[in-house]
């Protein structure tokens, strides 16, 4: 199984950049497809962005496409969402998900899951 571990959330105001990190281990990070979901409060869990295996087909939510960018580092293990041009409406808890040999569309109780880190964006 794998474990994901996110950072990078905070406060930022409208119009400024964060990226968020996602630290994998205990499973093939290549062979995962790898997603960045979001929740605001009294709202659904969304997909943000999506990579697959081999980075190819990158997927993005029609509200953030051309704003955020997904990708990952071989290297060390880890998944990034680099967000930029930053709106209110982005605030929400974002979270890491890992899911093999499927597609990634919406939130499953089948995929591994972080923790979440919180992103506000205040105007």
């Known amino acids: 199984q794998v474990q994901l571990v996110e950072s990078g959330g905070g406060l930022v105001q409208a119009g400024g950049s964060l990226r968020l990190s996602c630290a994998a281990s205990?499973?093939?990070?290549?062979?995962?497809?790898m997603g960045w979901f979001r929740q605001a409060p009294g709202k659904e869990r969304e997909l943000v962005a999506r990579i697959g295996v081999g980075d190819f087909l990158t997927w993005y939510a029609g509200s953030v496409k051309g704003r955020f960018l997904i990708s990952r580092s071989y290297a060390n293990n880890t998944l990034y969402l680099q967000m930029n041009r930053l709106k209110a409406e982005d605030t929400a808890v974002y979270y890491c998900a890992a899911v093999r040999d499927r597609a990634m569309v919406i939130a499953d109780d089948s995929y591994f899951w972080g923790q979440g880190t919180q992103v506000t964006v205040y105007s």
């Open positions: 205990g499973g093939t990070f290549s062979r995962y497809v």
